[in-house]
């Protein structure tokens, strides 16, 4: 083989080494890149459903977990609660449940699949503060004819226990009731309502 030749073939094989080496380099730049664009896992589990096991939550007692960095209320409401609904249900402002702020199969008069047990966002539809529990017994503060519920701090807002919010508040509309499935007797899946699933 001629010199010129045997140069050719070096400079080529020179050119297609290089060339490979830029290409690996160039994909080793891009994969932590295009990785980057992924949600991370905090963020991936911020919009996760969770699971609340309620074995535990007696009648009349609320409990709170958090879902998508929001508290979500659960509540096991006994019959006297239960009651009370339809007694303030001309003092509420949207007593059907018309705003859409349920899924569907919770637009009923508990706003809940199963009436006892009601799930709640537990941020005013105002200007998102977190409002408190208001037990029926604390009627010194709230009302000879309050019958339980939730009081917004910041600017009074009241919502039944069925997060209704009562006329002349602050608040818009009622409390938002999350899509989700009850897994088990004991077990509610929040996020998820599994129908679709």
Known sequence: MSDDKQVNKNRRNLVIACGAAGGAAGVAAAVPFAASWLPSERAKAGGAPVVADISALEPGQIMTVEWRSKPVWIVRRTKEMLDGLARVEAKVSDPKSDVPMQPEYAKNEYRSIKPEVLVLVGICTHLGCSP?????????????????????????????????????APAPVNLEVPKYAYLSDTRILIGEDKQGA
């Open 132 to 168: 408190q529990s208001k037990p029926a017994e604390d009627k010194t503060e709230m009302g000879a004819d309050w019958t339980g519920g939730f009081l917004c701090p910041c600017h009074g807002s009241k919502f039944d226990l069925a997060g209704r919010v009562y006329k002349g």
